[in-house]
């Protein structure tokens, strides 16, 4: 499988300090040349931002790749809910099958839907829609009964208006070699940053660190569910133990990570971002048990057996953060 060899092949050149060649740097300098032009179609109205009648926020990444944006999404979810609103998530699904606009609950088909609206659905207990046309995918969540719409991943779909830009970042990574895609990470340029009102750092260790906005965002491990749907478990009960960890999701050393970190010995298994696992990927035969994320977690449970884990993961923002936010909603009572 072709991404199999060239996601580690490009990661090497965006954050390894591998130089990209000549051909991937004339790749990214027409990717630019476009995303200017795309960019600035809106900014002098030549492509028209539709406006919807409710708050939206968008949270989204200048980078290609995973940073923490799901349980950010999630964590904004519950606040906003705890804060009287009534919140809907628009996303497109990458990585499903097919593209008709659907609804993604906590039982859909992950293949149909995608992987991470089914943690944000299980998660948020908030409507989820899932259709690349943010616009019309904004407008469901109205029709739904949502007084707010939080747009996933959509930092870049200008079409749809916005009224609050959240970026998240990974503070280690940044924004890798500084080169645009293919030659580097980015989607857009840095300077992009600037017009963003909030900026959540992943693997920072304090709130603000020399931009405007920009707060600490802590990823910490939750419970642990068996995938038969048994009760949750705190993390330290596997403690001492082996287990086969399985990631398919962008920074899989970060989940390795978190078991040692938790006192556990971790045989890893990293795969691709979405991998679209089979019943082979989880069985072992030695009866070690088998740890694996929430995203992956919902694309096995088909074929998933007894030694079968997924941990739950939170973000945590500071209050400062959320009080900001709220200042810019107009927080109702």
Same mark, same amino acid.
């Given at each position: ?17 591998? *130089? ?7 790749? #990214? ?11 600035? *179609? ?5 492509? $028209? ?6 708050? /939206? ?6 980078? $290609? ?7 950010? /999404? ?29 609804? $993604?609950? @906590?039982?859909?088909?992950?293949? &149909? ?14 409507? /989820? &829609? ?52 293919? $030659?580097?990470?980015?989607?857009? !340029? ?52 082996? /287990? ?20 556990? *010995?971790?045989?890893?298994? #990293? ?32 074929? @998933? ?12 923002? !500071? ?12 927080? &109702?009572?």
């Amino acid at each position: 499988m072709i991404r199999t060899w060239l996601e580690p092949w490009l990661l090497r050149r965006w954050y390894g300090g591998v *130089a990209p060649g000549p051909l991937l740097r004339a790749l #990214a300098a027409l990717f630019a040349w476009q995303v200017a032009r795309r960019a600035a *179609a809106y900014r002098t109205g030549r492509r $028209a931002v539709q406006r919807v009648d409710v708050p /939206v926020l968008v949270i989204g990444n200048l980078v $290609a790749g995973g940073s923490g944006k799901t349980p950010a /999404v999630i964590a904004l979810s519950q606040h906003l809910q705890a804060r009287g609103w009534r919140p809907g998530v628009v996303t497109r699904g990458y990585g499903r099958r097919g593209s008709v606009p659907s609804w $993604a609950a @906590t039982d859909s088909d992950p293949q &149909r839907v995608g992987d991470e609206p089914v943690v944000i659905a299980r998660r948020s207990g908030v409507p /989820v &829609r899932v259709d690349a046309d943010r616009v019309r995918g904004a407008r469901a969540l109205i029709a739904a009964g949502c007084d707010l719409v939080l747009a996933d991943d959509g930092l870049q779909h200008y079409r749809l208006g916005r009224d609050i830009e959240i970026e998240v970042i990974d503070a280690l990574r940044g924004y890798g070699n500084g080169w645009m895609l293919p $030659a580097g990470p980015l989607r857009e !340029p840095p300077a992009r940053a600037h017009a963003c009102d909030f900026h959540l750092l992943t693997g920072a260790d304090h709130d603000h660190t020399g931009k405007a906005g920009s707060f600490a965002m802590h990823i910490v491990p939750a419970l642990v569910t068996r995938l038969d749907g048994s009760e949750p478990r705190p993390l330290s009960e596997f403690r001492g133990q082996r /287990v086969h960890a399985l990631a398919g999701i962008g920074r899989p050393e970060r989940f390795f990570a978190t078991l040692r970190a938790a006192g556990i *010995a971790v045989l890893e298994h #990293a795969f691709v971002d979405h991998h679209r696992f089979s019943a082979g990927d989880l069985h072992f035969g030695d009866g070690l048990a088998v740890l694996m994320t929430e995203k992956d977690a919902v694309k096995c449970q088909r074929f @998933t057996t007894e030694s079968c884990f997924a941990l739950a993961i939170d973000a945590l923002l !500071p209050e400062a953060f959320y009080d900001a936010l709220d200042q810019r909603l107009g927080m &109702r009572q």
